[in-house]
């Protein structure tokens, strides 16, 4: 069998890649082996295509089974250390051929080996059958210089196990069965594969001011390993950036469903049924499949000399030369490497993918919750490579020194890149937060105030520049969903997430800077619950008219005066109690008084007392009466004053 060697290599960032092979053949047959646990993705993605004109008639490949289970059920098994002694032992009954040492040959039925327990080798005896023959022949192990296999199954059983011995347990192979003849066979497949990474260099000419522009030239180096159990050599390589779907699918793994079981039921019919036949149409149904069209970008190719002494960084371009035409492939962007690429097995190697000039602009920025007390150093550019740009780490050099480290984030083309690579520590800013609530409008409806109340966050920054300098600060501010900028400066800047304010700070010198955001939000109180001075308080601040103010002031009389009601109806009810347990006790006394004598007079006396008392309890009953209904009247002029005010 051929091997096809690997003519192209694409890798993406989830951890895939895909693979091609082409090659010529000869013969029916082409193997190629794999990983256990790249077969699932095999099954999924093999792809075949015979470029000379020849036919591909199947593929068939190794079980998913281990070694042991494969041969559970093999009639020869045999030992690392005593192989042909295995072998006789396993061939007994079966029809074999010997030859012996002396150069003839036996041939019958074996019956079996009789191994000595010491110099099994040359002590042990091997007993035969004669064909045609009952004569039993007794030859020595040492003697036999062969055995033929006359018995097929027996023979295919040997193979078998030579065959599964051949495999090794953590690789598979699958056989690619041809029609007979030359072939120019291509085969394609996705496989894991360890996710290609990129680098970057971010080399800076800095500019004289710093409200100019600065010239930078952006390398990016794409990094990726060869895994593989071959060697790649003159390969084509391809590097894509992107999210495409992708999973894994048990294909491997046999799985028998298990289905109910159901039986048969007894039926007789009465007689035939005679029935006439319908004719049948038969319909096909075609379907059409369609291509995904595929837009194409080239990246600038820049020529290489010798790098100088003190590199700038039209140096830099000229050094290094990308090795890389971008794609565009729908949601993916593709970088293919246009030079052949040749890795050893086992090693990992670095081609250049990007080298382009840009122009960009060194900022300050300061958002306190990604970096508190001093600003950050930030360089931001419009990605005018025609690639995409990866996400990756960048080394940034200025002037010819290393200046920090940074990420760069996904970038589209023509998008607009903003990394920071190093700390401002001679700006100290200090941050102070306020907050208040301000209302904003007022009205009366269903007996409750209702209020709009502006929720108010404010933000002091207090930047001390410490530079001999004036340095322009971008101060960053995460966007509210319910809340706005509020009495402040347009942003200068407005991201997705962020706005941005610029501040201009004078050197040994403290600047402020006020940042404030602003919600509106609802509230509800009861009218009963106001008081004068509150009502006081937004007739001052024109919330109220003077004929509302009025009408309030009076429902909070009339609630005075019906608190007070209820006090006196309090009082009275309070009152009336102790005097029921005043005619309690009262009646207990009389209790224990006869009729004659000093207890009649002093019984007498009681009955005058309980008579006293219930005139006292028809007085209280009067008044609570009578400050009820007042109650009453009064909550009816509440009523009315509340209608009107809506």
Do not use: C
Request: charged fraction near 25%.
């Amino acid at each position: 069998m051929s091997n096809l060697p690997i003519v192209h290599m694409t890798l993406y960032k989830h951890g895939v890649g895909y693979f091609e092979r082409r090659g010529a053949v000869e013969g029916e047959a082409v193997k190629l082996t794999f990983r256990r646990e790249e077969m699932d993705d095999i099954l999924k993605s093999l792809t075949l295509l015979d470029h000379g004109g020849g036919q591909v008639r199947g593929v068939d490949y190794d079980t998913p089974q281990s070694r042991a289970e494969r041969l559970a059920g093999n009639s020869i098994i045999l030992g690392d250390t005593r192989s042909l002694r295995d072998l006789l032992q396993a061939l007994r009954g079966r029809a074999v051929e010997l030859t012996v040492s002396d150069g003839s040959r036996i041939e019958g039925i074996l019956i079996g080996l009789d191994e000595a327990t010491e110099k099994a080798q040359q002590k042990s005896l091997v007993s035969l059958l004669q064909k045609d023959s009952e004569t039993v022949a007794i030859l020595a192990l040492s003697r036999i210089e062969g055995v033929t296999v006359r018995d097929e199954t027996a023979a295919a059983d040997l193979r078998f196990f030579l065959e599964t011995a051949l495999g090794q347990e953590t690789h598979r192979s699958i056989t690619i069965r041809l029609s007979p003849g030359s072939h120019d066979l291509q085969a394609t497949y996705i496989a894991p594969a360890p996710t290609w990474r990129v680098s970057y260099r971010l080399i800076v000419d800095a500019p004289e001011a710093e409200t100019k522009e600065a010239e930078a030239l952006l390398q990016g180096w794409g990094i990726f390993d060869n895994r593989l159990e071959e060697d790649l050599e003159g390969i084509s390589l391809s590097l894509t950036a992107g999210m495409p779907i992708s999973f894994v699918y048990d294909l491997y793994t046999p799985h028998t469903p298990k289905r109910p079981v159901v039986r048969d039921e007894n039926r007789v019919a009465p007689g035939p049924v005679m029935m006439e036949a319908a004719a049948m149409d038969a319909r096909v149904v075609e379907a059409s499949t369609g291509r995904l069209a595929k837009s194409r970008m080239r990246a600038q190719e820049m020529p290489g000399m010798p790098m100088a002494a003190a590199p700038s960084p039209q140096t830099y371009a000229e050094s290094v030369e990308s090795a890389a035409a971008g794609h565009s492939l729908g949601e993916l962007f593709q970088y293919n490497i246009t030079t052949p690429v040749t890795v050893g097995r086992g090693q990992s190697a670095m081609v250049p993918i990007v080298s382009s000039t840009l122009k960009g602009k060194k900022d300050l920025i300061y958002n306190g919750s990604k970096m508190a007390t001093h600003p950050v150093a930030t360089l931001r550019f419009k990605n005018s490579t025609n690639l995409t740009l990866e996400h990756g780490p960048v080394t940034v050099l200025e002037k010819g020194e290393y200046v920090g480290e940074a990420v760069l984030p996904f970038t589209a083309d023509q998008a607009e890149a903003v990394i920071s690579y190093a700390v401002e520590l001679g700006l100290h800013i200090k941050e102070e937060h306020q907050s208040e609530s301000q209302l904003h409008g007022l009205h009366i409806k269903d007996g409750y105030l209702l209020q709009q109340v502006y929720q108010i966050q404010r933000t002091i920054y207090q930047i001390d520049n410490r530079t001999p300098q004036p340095k322009t600060v971008l101060i960053e501010r995460q966007r509210q969903t319910r809340a706005a900028p509020y009495d402040m400066p347009e942003p200068t800047e407005t991201t997705l997430d962020f706005y941005r304010y610029q501040v201009e700070t004078q050197p040994s010198w403290i600047t402020t800077f006020t940042a404030q955001e602003r919600r509106l939000v609802s509230r509800r109180e009861e009218l009963y619950q106001q008081s004068y001075q509150g009502l006081q308080k937004y007739f001052d601040d024109k919330f109220l008219d003077a004929a509302t103010y009025q009408k309030l002031k009076n429902l909070l009389d009339i609630w005075g005066e019906i608190a007070q009601m209820k006090q006196a109806i309090e009082a009275q009810e309070a009152r009336r109690g102790q005097i029921y347990v005043a005619q309690d006790q009262i009646q207990k006394n009389m209790a224990a008084l006869s009729q004659d004598g000093e207890e009649g007079r002093l019984r007498g006396q009681y009955v005058k007392q309980l008579g006293d008392s219930e005139s006292q309890l028809a007085e209280i009953a009067q008044m609570i009466t009578a400050t009820q209904s007042k109650i009453k009247q009064q909550q009816a002029e509440i009523d009315k004053l509340i209608a009107a005010l809506g």
